[in-house]
T-cell receptor, first 116, second 114 residues
Framework: DGGITQSPKYLFRKEGQNVTLSCEQN?????MYWYRQDPGQGLRLIYY???????QKGDIAEGYSVSREKKESFPLTVTSAQKNPTAFYLC???????????????FGDGTRLSIL | AQKVTQAQTEISVVEKEDVTLDCVYE???????LFWYKQPPSGELVFLIR??????QNEISGRYSWNFQKSTSSFNFTITASQVVDSAVYFC???????????FGTGTLLAVQP
């Protein structure tokens, strides 16, 4: 079945440690996104990528980094510079970066990151 | 600036009641799209509907219906005869103009009691 796979489902980070969240899609979508969800704040865009080897900062990119070496994969690294990383992270993809197409963004199941 | 407001933080109803989730948006773009997503306790966001700014027809899909009114910048979502499985957080979202960003509201937690 086509879809978006995020792993792991739960992740714990020690102080000063970088961690990487995986996002893989087999929908053949060009565009991929990372969102952060905090209670009562909805979803906020961290980074997005419209094509391989290209990505753009979203609204809250500080303390995060991404790469897009393959169309299927868009990993997110939460660096030690991100002082409040505890949140639920959602990866999404869409056919292209423009939302003026027939397909909306499709989301993965999310990764819950906590600090030890 | 673009903004989506979901003023209802939490709603609790008893099964079989009808419930309406409110969504008010702000945008200066003449072309824009509105979305509703459902987030069950498992965490993934499930797409429910997409509506463009030129189509003000209301839509019904089973027990779900959507009322889009440009005059009041609202895109409300009604669930008829609610069921326990409808319990989730519901998000309204907007994208418009040349932006590539989907702007989400803060969500409404719907709890349907048996």
């Amino acid at each position: 079945d086509g879809g978006i796979t995020q792993s792991p489902k739960y992740l714990f980070r020690k102080e000063g440690q970088n961690v990487t969240l995986s996002c893989e899609q087999n929908l053949n979508h060009d565009a991929m996104y990372w969102y952060r969800q905090d209670p009562g704040q909805g979803l906020r865009l961290i980074y997005y990528s419209q094509i391989v080897n290209d990505f753009q900062k979203g609204d809250i990119a500080e303390g995060y980094s991404v790469s897009r070496e393959k169309k299927e994969s868009f990993p997110l690294t939460v660096t030690s510079a991100q002082k409040n990383p505890t949140a639920f992270y959602l990866c999404a993809s869409s056919i292209d970066i423009l939302q003026f197409s027939n397909q909306p963004q499709h989301f993965g199941d999310g990764t819950r990151l906590s600090i030890l | 600036a673009q903004k989506v407001t979901q003023a209802q933080t939490e709603i609790s109803v008893v099964e079989k009641e009808d419930v309406t989730l409110d969504c008010v948006y702000e945008t200066r773009d003449t072309t824009y799209y509105l979305f509703w997503y459902k987030q069950p306790p498992s965490g993934e966001l499930v797409f429910l509907i997409r509506r463009n700014s030129f189509d003000e027809q209301n839509e019904i899909s089973g027990r779900y219906s959507w009322n889009f009114q440009k005059s009041t910048s609202s895109f409300n979502f009604t669930i008829t005869a609610s069921q326990v499985v409808d319990s989730a957080v519901y998000f309204c979202a907007l994208i418009g103009g040349a932006t590539n960003k989907l702007i989400f509201g803060t969500g409404t937690l719907l709890a349907v009691q048996p």
